[in-house]
């Protein structure tokens, strides 16, 4: 299958569940909010060596937030309940709490909450009010009063969906995946947690070379380098550059839509040959993405 | 002491010794070592609640670097010289490694060194070359070749160097605020691990209100909200809003300048009353920074 | 009138027709077609002294544009039509089509059309194809094919909507009146042509002073340093500083909208004491925007 | 000549001689500063459609600038002096005597000078004062007093400096001629007026299909689309997009300075094939500067 000329392998992409949060950032400016949303959400690409997966999900009006000034949410997510708690403490506490003009709204409508007691800061000096509709505490720091809820909502979600974007140069296929994360970024309820939203160094489960201290290693079917060096190369002809592009979500939908979005932005760059996705024969999780499924009614007439 | 037209508090800043490591990131571009560089040093602004403190310390230009391409300078600090080694390994492999046309390359001249082992990520396939006359590892991933050094100097530094900028309003002190850290951005050896540089939220030592469990608490001496409802408020009549900067660096002598030049930056804005500093009677550490001290050749002609 | 305790005052913004026109600029990614965006938009804040007014109405998403990639769409707005023609054919000359990987088309859809006879260029190796369904040209250029459209809609619109920000600090009122761009950022059909959005410098007709060779002067009534020292200032007690938000739109309705979202905002943001808008007793145009109409919905109980 | 395996043409670059202003722009931030430079340099590319080429020179430090706050230094040129002054006072007056709080300073320590009589917006409510050793004039504008210099240094200069960087697709040239520019922003006395710094459409002089009322059109020969149509076409094979670094400057010294900078940088650059320049033998302008000179001590060994 074809899309704008470009071939869609036909395989899926594969993905595990998640608990996911998200957090309402406002500040006195966008500008502002996105600063702390960036700080909150670095240091987060994988759970495989970060304390969680988190990235900005969407910029939001001053007419939608609680308090009216811009906002920014961000979502967070882990396999494990307990280390979205602890992130958000965490993350809410050294980074948001801290930084210039900021309050922070629970981000997630949702059946389950968890406890995010940051007000114990104000040493007493707490107390409780209401924003927007919404009761909250206000702790008195240096730059004036601090406004936070206490519960955010928690639901289960998806993480790992991806796909990955084969081009001609490392520039056409560097475009080509800043286009897709430009794309993806409309779809609500979606982060890219990795640098820029794309990922240059895909993983493979294991490394038999250093086994005895390594769980993972480079993907080396995958490394445009090695097509000439290893025998079974996924890597076609012309292919020089590889970048794969990582989504978490709160759902399949979201999913869906994200790496519909996203792959068709691709297609429309210069000098991209194949589009492809990640799956580990269904080991990692039980969420399957086939591409052709999701990019069906956009093939090209043969 | 006045210096132009603001109130210097006649005290002094204490620091604290930590270990400092640096990291040449290097990108096709600058904009993208910048977002790598943002990344690998997100979530990171104290060592009470994240696993470093880290920043960016300088923009590098091509003809400087190693690879000959546009270059950011990341530090990244702890007390602890095993902790620093970590989040160098942790940060580079998660944020860096994994980052759009990517390079690292030691920043630091140092006679301690500590390793960092990215390149078993390669499961074989990883080999040593040579770049701008250093030695290297060539990862072969996803997007081509990484290139990174295997050992990373680590040298004694000091944290917590800081100044506080009292103004008429929250956009006052904010102005002030973004301008001193825009000033320190020049003093090569340091860097500002709070969002945007800038702390909102200054704590003091101990809770009495909740002491069984919380071991630090707003300083609520400074928080102008408190000013007429705590009898040993610190903060003086007309003060609406505060922020502090905090600096870590490579030795007293950067700290030093840096607040020399973020506080003379501060005086230059509007709506500014006083600068002052934080210290706790000398049990923090053994590096005192006093302000008058350091700004006495400017001093206002009484 | 009081929304979120700040004084609206009971006055009106009086604007000025205008002829608009709308083009989209896309590129391989959203971050190059904003580069485009904001130098084709520059030296266009008013057409007292600049050629056209003009600025980015809004961001477009890659599966809203013809040719499936990033866009965002710039607005050019001049009392006369002439002017309006021949700034889009400077402006995307000069400025489009010299930006790297940028493709140009119609942004309006309306009655009357302007030519943009920018094919020329291609000195007969220029060729007539079809892109997302438009008749375009495609004109060969060093970086590869620019694609263009030939023919932009014009329609009749509004200029000169506004309103002014009265803060207790330079600070305060900057940032309410940045948090007021943020908001009117999101109204389809607007643009505030200014730096950031923002006016830092209000004007009156006529200078009495240098009558002979200056046609407008400095709004002196409403300049808070001159409180004490003209008889009949507008500033209240406290003021220290006015922002003004100048806002250009297809037609009423958006400025009315534009104008809401952005007081709000202001409202909303600290030490904000008063709202007005500025008029000419209807000597400038023919549309009058009251802002006690604009808020009523939002005013405060007594 | 090869450098870092890149051709280097043995051709030159041909300049033309202009005049060349500077004015650094202050603000209360460096964001706010810049936010008001690129406005004020926009729409000004090329003589050719624009009022004059400018763009952004340098960042300036707080502890350099005569007010004490973060600066931008803009440059300004043009063939003509005359065209020089009235660009300053009308890119001044509607770009930075609008913009959030700046200040604006003559940049340029030169014999010559032009006036800039903005200060008669006071309408006599302006008065002269003295920052940082200068005097200046205060109008009282609604932000609060805007500080100006009345006079500006003018120098000849030059423009039209020049380098063509040819890459194995779109995405390889473009991002080396982002690394090249980043390289040359280090280069004081510089700037490459283009989008981006990047030219994405080079032109012959002349237009023989429509001679009779167009003066330039597409450079055909250096179009990668039309290598195989057009017979004499200097596109190598392999290349399939060229982007022009364009540079101005105040004297030859600089320019070749960041010739040789941003050629570097761009020999670094992945897929990059051929370096080359553009020249009309002569009949443009009297400066040359020759790639080999330029590049001589970086040649590889062969």
Redesign the interface.
């Known amino acids: 299958m074809k899309v ?1 000329g470009v071939t869609i392998d036909d395989t899926y992409a594969e993905a595990f569940p998640v608990y996911a949060s998200r957090v309402l950032i406002t500040a ?5 909010a996105e ?2 949303a ?9 759970v ?4 969680a997966e988190a990235g900005i999900d969407r910029y939001v ?3 939608e937030t609680p ?4 906002g920014v949410m961000i979502m967070v997510v882990h396999p494990s309940k307990k280390q979205v708690k602890s992130n958000l403490v ?2 809410v ?10 309050a922070v709204f629970n981000g997630l409508d949702s059946e389950e909450t968890v406890p995010v007691k940051i007000h ?6 707490e107390y409780q009010t209401s924003v927007g509709g919404r009761s909250v505490w206000a ?8 406004i936070c809820e206490e519960t955010y909502g928690v639901q289960k979600g998806v993480a790992g969906g991806n796909f ?1 974007i084969y ?9 080509a ?3 897709a994360v ?2 993806i970024k ?1 779809v609500e309820g979606t982060i890219t947690p ?3 939203g ?5 993983s ?1 489960v294991g ?4 086994s005895t ?2 769980k ?5 079917r ?5 097509r000439e ?2 025998p079974d190369s996924y890597v076609p002809e012309g292919v ?5 592009i990582v989504i978490c979500g709160l759902n399949e939908e979201v999913i869906t839509e994200a790496m519909k ?1 996203g792959m ?2 691709a ?5 991209i040959m194949v589009i492809s996705a990640g799956n580990y024969g269904g080991e990692l999780g039980p969420f399957k993405f086939h591409l052709h499924e999701i990019l069906r009614e956009y093939a090209d007439n043969e």
Do not use: W
Request: glycine share 10%; hydrophobic share 40%; aromatic share 10%.
């Open positions: 704008n006195a400016t966008t500008a502002l600063t702390a960036l700080v909150a959400t670095g240091f987060a690409t994988s495989i060596g970060c304390s009006l001053p007419n308090d009216g000034r811009p965490e993350r506490s050294e980074c948001v709490l801290t930084a210039a003009t900021t114990y800061f104000g040493d007493g000096y702790i008195p720091i240096l730059e004036g009063d601090f990955f081009g001609d140069s490392q520039g056409s296929a560097l475009l995946a800043q286009a430009d794309a409309s990795f640098p820029g794309i990922v240059a160094s895909g493979k490394c038999p070379t250093y201290f390594m993972a290693s480079t993907h080396h995958l490394a445009p380098t090695l060096k290893v020089k550059s590889i970048y794969e979005r068709l932005a297609t429309h760059a210069a000098g």
